[in-house]
């Protein structure tokens, strides 16, 4: 099977989801949405890899099988309440906002990493949907909270791998976790604050530390996994 390496896309793909199904309700449909969900993102990667014509016999074959795979889990998320779909259609605007940075070979652009993360937040959306049929200030705050998490990620591995010699982004990332913090303590959220300590604690801490991918890959695989529970716990 072909399956991607990036970490910080599995922990995207998986905790939305799951944060959203847990302020909702789970249902037993939430099983094959979250294997569409799944088959859907392996399907857009090597979609991705074929626009950028780095997609081999192989490759092809197995987009063609993620594919199929996706739209038979998906089935009965649809035809149990066939407004799910409007979701999918919300992430069209930003998929093709990536289509184009891939098409360009600039994947790792800025814009480009905000559109994928409020893509895969949308996932948050559509799980809390399905358990209570609706869309609320709860849904919306999840999502949120998904969004801000995942853009604090960004800045703080683009100081430790293409920008760590940049200033701008050591700056930006260290303003926008600690503001992010104070704003959540200011507005009355103190205890959800705490879910984000941690991220500001290592984007300061391993500042111009010299720390390989993987080391870098699994801190933020840790990281990603003490502020689900945490968000979990609270909401």
């Excluded at 919306?140 to 430790?160: A, N």
Aim: proline share 3%.
């Amino acid at each position: 099977m072909v399956i991607p390496k990036q970490h910080g896309a599995w922990a995207m793909l998986i905790i939305p989801f799951l944060l959203g199904m847990d302020a909702g309700t789970f249902t037993w449909l939430h099983i094959p949405l979250f294997v569409g969900w799944f088959f859907l993102y392996l399907a857009t990667y090597l979609f991705l890899a074929v626009v950028k014509k780095q997609a081999d016999a192989e490759k092809k074959k197995w987009f063609i099988i993620y594919s199929v795979a996706a739209l038979i889990a998906l089935i009965f998320p649809v035809l149990s309440n066939w407004r799910i779909i409007y979701f999918g259609l919300a992430m069209i605007p930003f998929f093709l906002v990536n289509l184009y940075f891939a098409k360009i070979k600039k994947e790792r652009a800025f814009f480009n990493d905000i559109c994928a993360i409020i893509n895969f937040s949308i996932g948050a959306l559509g799980s809390y949907y399905l358990g209570v049929q609706k869309v609320d200030e709860t849904a919306f705050f999840v999502f949120m909270l998904s969004i801000l998490f995942f853009v604090g990620s960004t800045f703080y591995v683009k100081t430790m791998i293409r920008e760590k010699n940049n200033p701008l982004y050591k700056w930006a990332s260290w303003g926008f976790h600690s503001g992010l913090i104070l704003l959540l303590f200011i507005s009355g959220n103190g205890f959800i604050a705490l879910a984000y300590v941690p991220s500001l604690v290592r984007a300061v801490y391993f500042y111009g530390k010299s720390l390989s991918i993987k080391k870098i890959g699994i801190y933020e695989i840790v990281n990603s996994v003490y502020f689900a529970f945490a968000i979990m716990i609270i909401i």
